[in-house]
């Protein structure tokens, strides 16, 4: 890694994957992530999806005390599997592909996915290798303010396994959206996972072959 520490502080301009560029002050940058302050908000984001960072003039934002930040920027390196972990159970925004960011709680984290919790989409498993940025909410808010009792913090546990691909192969026979729905040929019946290509029985009935490489998340309808 180019030693990007040595620009914490400072007003950067990045281009990230799949998503608007965000300006912001760096606040810290590990082996694989990046964390960017913006307007009140911490985006922490995996350096994979960084195609280019800047420096930009200085502005009058001012960065608050990075002992506020929502995780622990204390420790003397950050890693994307520790913001995850630590991310656990907090409620937050992650993006992942499309037009919309997704609200909710990560509950699990496993080999190259992790668990996502929303009261919109209930259970999404997401590829660890397709998250573009994931932004903390204060302690104080719940998604769109719902309550325990409408939107519980521990759902139902659900059988896991080791890898995205074994994952979805667990939901053969079912119905099933790849990626929010950001393409018609993604909802449909899945019927079959093998050596990273998923088949999948679209509404018209046609069959369509997706490589598992390029799905991003997979959630049950």
Not at 63 to 84: C, E, V
Not at 117 to 134: A, D
Request: aromatic share 10%.
């Amino acid at each position: 890694m180019c030693n990007l520490l040595n620009y914490v502080g400072k007003q950067v301009d990045c281009d990230i994957s799949g998503t608007n560029p965000i300006s912001g002050i760096l606040v810290d940058a590990g082996p694989d992530i990046i964390v960017i302050y913006q307007k009140g908000q911490f985006y922490y984001i995996p350096l994979v999806h960084l195609q280019h960072l800047k420096l930009r003039p200085e502005t009058d934002e001012q960065m608050h005390d990075p002992s506020n930040a929502p995780f622990d920027l204390q420790a003397k390196t950050i890693s994307y599997r520790k913001i995850l972990d630590q991310a656990r159970g907090h409620f937050v925004q992650i993006y992942v592909t499309g037009d919309k960011a997704v609200h909710g709680y990560l509950t699990s984290i496993m080999n190259d996915y992790f668990i996502f919790y929303s009261p919109v989409y209930r259970t999404m498993m997401v590829s660890l290798n397709h998250l573009k940025w994931l932004i903390p909410y204060p302690l104080s808010l719940t998604p769109y303010s719902l309550n325990n009792n409408t939107f519980p913090l521990n759902p139902s546990p659900i059988p896991l396994s080791r890898t995205f691909e074994q994952q979805c192969k667990r939901y053969e026979g079912n119905l099933v959206v790849f990626d929010l729905a950001d393409h018609p040929n993604k909802i449909g019946l899945l019927q079959h996972v093998d050596n990273n290509m998923v088949k999948l029985i679209v509404a018209n009935g046609e069959k369509v072959f997706w490589n598992m490489h390029h799905l991003k998340t997979i959630n049950i309808p």
